[in-house]
DNA sequence: CTGTATCCTCAAGGATACTG
DNA sequence: CAGTATCCTTGAGGATACAG
């Protein structure tokens, strides 16, 4: 546990719980769907295992998060469910006031991880459908991933599975990740030319709407 | 400023900033109304000064907080003042999920020094008011505080000023801080003994309508 | 796959005194 | 009133290897 404030105040109690480095990050893994150590552990590639597995024993303790039935499970109580407001509250803000991201804030494993759990299936064409990424700025050993889809499952690979690509995207992480965020519109990158698609002219054409963006990227920004 | 997470998540990067031990109590405090610096440090006793001077600085480095057209004072920027539902969303988690509090966390100081600030001042009679709360369950040194009451001003003292006290209130901290935050009515502490108010009658009864509780103190609690 | 065990470093922040 | 200066400790957490 953090170290107490020593006060009645309500969010001084919360935050002695949720101050600590990594905390809010995992119930954000968690609130994102994440149940199993090992996916949590993909949301937060920079945390060591150690680290992680107190930080569960810790929201565990604190009531926030409990084992599942089978005991193998990550998953929030009522507690930890009524979490969410608060981290809406905190992407939004984020969102809106910090709009510059390092170099070392763009990871293409976790926006791969990130728009595999949001794909719109219904989009998706039945069958199996492969897109290759291509980050012309990314180091070669990170440069090319496949998402592979197929109704109902997504899965991610960083090395080629050896699947017919349906489409490839390239463009700069950085650009993805402008668009992931709402920071740029597709249309706008791909009328630009900062992001291309390369396939069937009707698959190239329904790519954007495969993907769901997560909800803080419709946020107005600040004038 | 806090360490990086190494993440494009706005969540992440709000806690970049905001995950730092006693940054949002101060953000907190310059919600509540406090400008100058020992205003700030009231809500904070437990800090050092030096660590609350290094964060008034980080906080202004990050665009949240800046300095008064004097000089003199700490102001909410606009950022600032969109993280009030942050604090609002930890707030009414933490009065919904943290109910017990420990015997430190009942702080005489903090609490005057909160209801200081929340006065109905349209209740309260005109002329000076004094009221005397007596803490019998807090050590002597800190078991008696004034609170003198002027219209549309309020002053705290831990010593007698002097003046004539109107009312008296005496009860054990917990309970004040119990009714102060919601968790038990003026009306059932009275009747159980547990609080006791005494001096003229028409006072005796108005006294409670003299605090306003704080937002989050109306919040339903968990079944 | 789901974590533990170990080691190590650094810096966060608590305490206290002091200054313009 | 509004902070600095200084000292000191400890435990947070990063890194890496290993185990059931």
Redesign the pocket.
Known sequence: ???SYYQFCPVAKAMELL????TLLIVRELMSGSE????V?RGVP????????????QLVRAGIVT?GADG???VLTPAGEELRPVVEALALWGIRWIGELGDHDLDPKLLLWDMRRRIDHDAVPDGRTVVLFGFPDVPVRERHWWLVLAPGDADVCDMDPGFEVSVTVTGDLRQMVRIWRGDLRWEDALRSGEVTVRGPESLRRAVPGWFVLPPFAAAPRPA
Do not use: C, V
């Open positions: 546990m953090g170290a101050d600590e480095r990594w199993r150590f090992n996916e552990r920079r945390m060591s295992p150690t680290l992680l597995s107190k930080r569960l024993s084992r193998d499970r990550y």
